[in-house]
Antibody, heavy 121, light 109 residues
């Protein structure tokens, strides 16, 4: 059964870079069948897609975050990572990683358990 | 980019049927998927594609779509169905993006 697990610092200072890693177990990230995405949820608010990556390294970003986001993949470690630069308090959120299919009609499943990142000095 | 609109809150009496809706232009081109999120937990997929349920999701959950509106129906709502529900679809802006609805808080009375 495929599982995803987010990891990284729970506290980041304003103006610094948030860095998270999603480790995939129970399956290979090196698959042409799936994409891998990051989604976040500020406390008490809804879900927001941040961006996605294909095993080949092709990336797709939310236009509202594109200037600050970098997503990368390490197939040798079965991991993909998120970097969000110049963070502010508005970036405080639970960050999730999830998988979706490469077909036109797809969906996010499964999801990681999420990790709370707080931006504060 | 596309937007998906959901009612913020809906309530249903125990055992009754409730429909949660999601509206957006992207739904004219793509199916919505639906996720249930309980407090402190990650979202869980409950409906995908035309009307498909993942393993482990009760058959009281069903999905439908017409025009720019997708619906999630719970037939015979149970206390454990009380949660936030989010719809989701691909973005039609052409950047391989995704969009989520704002979520609907379902209360089972």
């Amino acid at each position: 059964q495929l599982q995803l697990q987010e990891s990284g610092p729970g506290l980041v200072k304003p103006s610094e870079t948030l860095s998270l890693t999603c480790t995939v177990s129970g399956g290979s990230i090196n698959s042409y069948t799936y994409y891998w995405g990051w989604i976040r949820q500020p406390p008490g608010k809804g879900l927001e897609w941040i961006g996605s990556i294909y095993y080949s390294g092709s990336t797709y970003y939310n236009p509202s975050l594109k200037s600050r986001v970098t997503i990368s993949v390490d197939t040798s470690k079965n991991q993909f990572s998120l970097k969000l630069s110049s963070v502010t308090a508005a970036d405080t959120a639970v960050y999730y990683c999830a998988r979706y299919g490469s077909t036109l009609y797809s969906w996010f499943d499964p999801w990681g358990q999420g990790t709370l990142v707080t931006v504060s000095s | 980019s596309s937007e998906l609109t959901q009612d913020p809150a809906v309530s249903v009496a125990l055992g009754q049927t409730v429909r949660i809706t999601c509206q957006g232009d992207s739904l004219r081109s793509y199916y919505a998927s639906w996720y249930r999120q309980k407090p402190g937990q990650a979202p869980v997929l409950v409906i995908y594609g035309k009307n498909n349920r993942p393993s482990g999701i009760p058959d009281r959950f069903s999905g439908s779509s017409s025009g720019n509106t997708a619906s999630l129906t719970i037939t015979g709502a149970q206390a454990e169905d009380e949660a936030d529900y989010y719809c989701n679809s691909r973005d039609t802006s052409g950047n391989h993006g995704w969009v989520f609805g704002g979520g609907t808080k379902l209360t089972v009375l």
